[in-house]
């Protein structure tokens, strides 16, 4: 059996956070005026919601809002609590409080697995209890509604981007960035920065709903047409993927940044980004390829289907369409030096939903759930 693999400073942080909490959550009971305090609550992963719960502190603090991140509030607090994760459903405990609660809900149909329809089921469960949900697509903006709670709780609000770590790649960032990584200047280098393992540990077991498969195929019959195929990869549990492209003879480098903002320096490396999921509510790495001017093929999932206008600003095939990603993979490698016009209104879709051009559905989003500062 393996385990993943854990710091032991990493364990020292948590143990040390569930401390703090534990004071918090005591002093939540006196904490100011009712309802003026807002936690924002990650799933402590490292990973894309960390990031997202601190974007959305920022957002909230430029409204005028007291949030703070993973602040630990006693259940008799008329205080606020945002989870960025929908899989609180599952936990009764989240909603048997004083607390007013809002939550994230991405991505997941009810009936696709065993988890997502007690997630699911949890939501319809705890309507009367949820003061607010965020989802970040149109798609997942009907599944929610569909579960009959109140529309006026339910705002579609796009994970957003951070332009300030996402720069639009030139020759020169091109070339500084593959001589850092150590890869080839010659290379036709594609990127896939997603976690598609199950875990956090290797990730040999593939997430299927993350279309790890479907990108091993797709590179498969990309291959052939593109002699110096190279796969830059990052991300936690991406072992069936670099198992895979090992198999196909595809060489690779893998890197796991420390600190979120130095993904933006991976982007300035890419020729093009492949997103193969099956089911998402972002990715984030949509915006991501479009703030860096890299071109984006994916498939029709999450907030693509919002924000991706097919050959206009990116392309976009249906979930599987193994040929369809190949296709369109080898037309932006083919077409490289005409696709100005394309990527110049794919960075025009990004800056739409930046963090700052979110603030007035957060506003919205905010308005009778926290009270702001005078």
């Excluded at 339910?154 to 770590?165: A, M, S």
């Excluded at 895979?244 to 490396?269: D, K, N």
């Excluded at 509510?281 to 924000?307: C, F, H, N, W, Y």
């Amino acid at each position: 059996m393996t385990f993943p693999s854990v710091s032991l400073s990493r364990i020292l942080q948590i143990v040390s956070r569930r401390g703090i909490q534990q004071v918090q959550a005591a002093l939540s009971l006196f904490h100011g005026s009712s309802y003026s305090l807002l936690s924002i609550h990650s799933d402590l992963s490292g990973w894309v919601l960390d990031e997202e719960a601190v974007e959305l502190q920022r957002v909230a603090a430029r409204l005028g809002i007291d949030a703070r991140l993973n602040y630990g509030l006693s259940a008799r607090a008329a205080q606020c609590c945002h989870y960025t994760s929908q899989f609180v459903l599952r936990n009764r405990w989240h909603f048997e409080t004083r607390n007013r609660v809002s939550i994230d809900y991405f991505h997941g149909l009810p009936g696709a697995t065993e988890v997502f329809t007690e997630v699911y089921d949890g939501l319809r469960r705890h309507h009367a209890s949820i003061s607010c949900v965020r989802v970040s697509h149109s798609k997942m903006e009907q599944v929610v509604l569909g579960s009959g709670i109140d529309p006026g709780k339910v705002y579609r609000i796009p994970i957003g981007i951070n332009l300030d770590h996402f720069t639009v790649q030139t020759p020169l960032s091109r070339q500084v960035a593959r001589r850092k990584l150590g890869l080839p200047d010659s290379a036709v280098v594609v990127g896939s920065f997603q976690k598609d393992g199950v875990g956090w540990g290797e990730g040999r077991e593939p997430k299927l709903i993350k279309g790890p498969d479907v990108f091993l195929r797709a590179v498969e019959l990309l291959k052939p047409r593109v002699p110096e195929l190279y796969v830059l990869l990052s991300g936690p549990s991406r072992g069936y993927v670099k198992e895979g492209l090992t198999r196909l003879g595809v060489p690779y480098h893998h890197v796991y940044p420390e600190r979120y903002e130095e993904i933006g320096r991976l982007f300035q490396a890419l020729d093009l980004y492949l997103v193969t999921s099956r089911d998402e509510g972002g990715p984030k790495a949509i915006l991501e390829s479009m703030a860096s001017g890299v071109p984006l093929v994916t498939t029709r999932v999450g907030q693509a289907v919002d924000l991706v206008e097919h050959s206009h600003n990116a392309w976009m095939v249906e979930s599987e369409d193994v040929e369809g990603l190949a296709h369109w993979a080898w037309h932006a490698i083919d077409c490289q030096s005409s696709l100005g016009p394309v990527l110049r209104l794919a960075r025009h879709a990004a800056e739409m939903q930046s963090y700052e051009a979110q603030a007035s559905l957060w506003q919205r989003f905010f308005e009778g759930y926290v009270e702001q500062q005078p």
